[in-house]
């Protein structure tokens, strides 16, 4: 069983910067993708960014690319995303999530374990 939790959200102004972090406990961080979804109310659950095992991959939602940035340290069990020049369209709860076998890096079905998700509220 992996734990996941996620911290950072918050309220900004459009335009701002936030970090989200997601800290795992309960099996070897190194051993799991990490993903990054989000979920606007009345959506669907949309991915936003993901990273492999050792973080030599990345992949983006277009919707994100040049804005937010992904990135995992394995010594702290940690995934982060670094999340700059907030939109009001980028207002959503985010939720961190695990997977093993990574089969389908922005398909939320496919991750194994997600944390409980951290609210990010963006004023204009």
């Known amino acids: 069983q992996v734990h996941l939790v996620e911290t950072g959200g918050g309220l900004v102004q459009a335009g701002g910067s936030l970090r989200l972090s997601c800290a795992a406990s309960?099996?070897?961080?190194?051993?799991?993708?990490m993903g990054w979804f989000r979920q606007a109310p009345g959506k669907a659950r949309e991915f936003v960014a993901a990273?492999?095992?050792?973080?030599?991959?990345?992949y983006y939602a277009d919707s994100v690319k040049g804005r937010f940035t992904i990135s995992r340290d394995n010594a702290k069990n940690t995934v982060y995303l670094q999340i700059n020049s907030l939109k009001p369209e980028d207002m959503a709860v985010y939720y961190c999530?695990?997977?093993?076998?990574?089969?389908?890096?922005?398909?939320?079905?496919?991750?194994?374990?997600w944390g409980q998700g951290t609210q990010v509220t963006v004023s204009s």
């Open positions: 999530a695990a997977d093993q076998r990574w089969n389908s890096y922005n398909t939320a079905n496919e991750y194994e374990y």
């Open positions: 309960g099996r070897t961080f190194s051993n799991y993708a």
């Open positions: 990273i492999a095992w050792r973080g030599t991959r990345t």
